[in-house]
């Protein structure tokens, strides 16, 4: 069964712990993207000595392949990869929004083409629900309707929607699934307007879901637009209820997040990054292809902990980089995911210590943030 | 300082134990193929988890990128990849020999063009020792020029240059080298030809190496022609020195190898046919691409006890496969070495127990052997 306990609060932010049938995720939490059922480069057991507590998996790509009735035969998402530890699944609507010219929209729900082969398929609220009920994971999300943050009529409209099919998820995870085995989260949206973000709020719980998510950010709007969104939207939502916040996850993001209350996120930055040959670090990032890692024997970061800051020099990480290896790829995301998960740890005792806004403000002070920093949209 | 303890026979396969300055080294070995200084996509730690005791590189890559001179400056290449345990380093000879049409070919060395950027390059013995003088390998080898097996004049010829060339590389070696830190290899040539191997077999035993590989071999002769070499070889070279056989390792080829002496092989055969979807198993070889293993739950191989086979089934290998995730090369390439890690230790304890040859007689009674199972050369 699910169970959301709240352990202590430090300031807004929040720590908890959230239980699930494949058991307990300490809050705040950054999930790993597993999008084909593998959080890329990593062995289940290297995120297990990482400390990774939950990781997402994508529903558009596993209904497309192998599909969600082949999972489902072969025991579930969790056995299929081999992950005993809990797993969130969105409802695909993301994914299929992103499709751009692929895809057309109407009331009931989405008709698109594969972007594997060109064959045409539909997603309905139902639909989703029922693939991830095939999927089995332990957090399951609702099918929304997720437009560009900025016109008022198209994110109006498409609340109206993201509240219908809410409605319509709710009913058929009830109707067909086990809310014992797996929970339902609503997604409100709103864009960057906070009274469509407050009518949201509201139509959503009322529904009385177990879980809320923030959708519809970290697609496109500035960083001040995030945050005044988070601010104005986050306070509306039930306390004793854990808030995700909807592929987000650079290391300023997830302090600014928990600082406002978000108890959940996810974001395939750390993993991505990795594979373009960049390290994530406390100061900033690193692009380890650039020349002056040449001949540097130090490793990404003196006070890392992890296997790779243990073993290997930026020349060599430089070098696997360069040479189009995989150890460079496995190395690097081992590295960022330890980042971006050992934070989350500090912040989590931080707030149970009572000291996260001074723990907040020392690392956002020497944390330099990019250009490059805005926040990762979670793409194909 | 490197000595080579015999330990047992059994008919002619030997179980010995060769010291070097970073470990013992139990024989018969098998040695995976780090190129560019890494095995691709394995960890240090994982090799050490499967119990490689050595591993090789490659001269000619290192030599370009990111050079001999800057991982001498890094403190060489055990350092620089993290890899404690013996490495052997190949002379380049082959590797530049392969580059066909970029290549010239003199009584003194080989001006090349690296397949990299196209600039210009010259290896002779001296330079090819000096480079492998930087890496810090255990085991070093002799430059020698590698002909195709069959044509008598150019085997005989490539015969006297290797020779020539054994001279010099020694003379470089004992000048400007440390014996008690790297050990050098002398490579017998000869093609498929037994007067011709005799004669190579004589003239570098006289010069008195520290070991002895038997090259041009597993470079498109039958498997009948490679057996009858070794047959006609093996039985030449000093009892008290290791032989090691370049470029082979299929299952049948070691359990072959061992039967008639050899001492220590190398091959890229089982991590390349991971990144190509394939494993190794006790009965021959699964391309994992295959419908058939869509639904499968059953692991690689049910007696296998490495990570791969303990948690993932054929299905979701399968689905990494197909969906060119980095994962399904990282557990494919486990489970080869695995197999093959294994299978040396097996043929080593035979040995011992002195029951080898029931041993190699039950394993390539159930071994299925495909068309593709002839030796892969070492490419680039």
Redesign the interface.
């Known amino acids: 069964m699910f169970k959301f306990e709240l352990q202590a609060q430090s300031g807004q932010a929040r720590a908890g712990v959230l239980y699930t049938p494949h058991g307990a995720i300490p809050t705040p939490v950054f999930a790993p993207v597993g999008t084909?059922?593998?959080v890329?480069?990593?062995?289940?057991?290297e995120l297990y000595e990482l400390g990774a507590t939950l990781i997402l998996a994508n529903t558009y790509h596993l209904y497309l392949?192998?599909s969600d009735g082949?999972i489902a035969?072969?025991?579930g998402l969790h056995r299929?990869?081999?992950w005993e530890r809990p797993i969130l699944t969105d409802s695909g609507g993301f994914q299929v929004f992103s499709l751009d010219a692929l895809r057309r929209i109407d009331d009931d729900g989405v008709t698109f083409r594969s972007h594997l082969d060109g064959s045409i398929h539909r997603f309905t609220p139902e639909k989703s629900i029922q693939i991830q009920h095939n999927l089995g994971a332990d957090i399951i999300m609702c099918f929304d309707d997720c437009p560009k943050p900025h016109n008022r009529d198209e994110v109006r409209a498409a609340c109206d929607r993201t509240h219908a099919w809410a409605v319509r998820c709710l009913e058929e995870h009830t109707r067909s699934g086990d809310p014992a085995r797996q929970a339902l989260f609503g997604i409100v949206q709103g864009g960057i307007f906070p009274d469509l973000r407050a009518e949201s709020v509201r139509f959503l719980t009322d529904l009385d879901f177990v879980g809320y998510a923030i959708g519809g950010l970290a697609v496109g709007e500035s960083k001040a637009e995030m945050l005044a969104t988070l601010d104005c939207t986050v306070p509306l939502l039930p306390a004793d209820r854990p808030r995700y916040l909807m592929g987000v996850g650079s290391p300023e993001d997830l302090v600014n997040g928990v600082a406002r209350g978000v108890d959940i996120f996810d974001c395939v930055l750390p993993t991505r990054m990795a594979r373009h040959g960049a390290a994530l670090t406390r100061h900033g990032r690193l692009n380890m292809r650039n020349l002056e890692h040449?001949?540097d024997?130090a490793p990404i970061e003196a006070s890392c902990t992890c296997?790779t800051c243990a073993?290997?020099?930026r020349?060599?990480l430089?070098?696997?980089v360069?040479?189009n290896?995989?150890?460079g790829?496995?190395?690097l995301t081992l590295h960022n995911l330890h980042l971006l998960l050992t934070l989350m740890r500090e912040m989590r005792a931080a707030i149970l210590a009572g000291t996260f806004e001074i723990y907040a403000a020392n690392f956002l002070a020497t944390y330099r943030t990019t250009n490059k920093e805005a926040p990762a949209p979670t793409s194909l």
């Open positions: 084909q059922a593998t890329k480069a990593m062995q289940p057991r392949r192998p082949l035969r072969l025991g299929f990869m081999a040449a001949e024997s296997y073993h290997f020099s020349a060599y430089r070098h696997l360069k040479s290896e995989l150890l790829h496995q190395l």
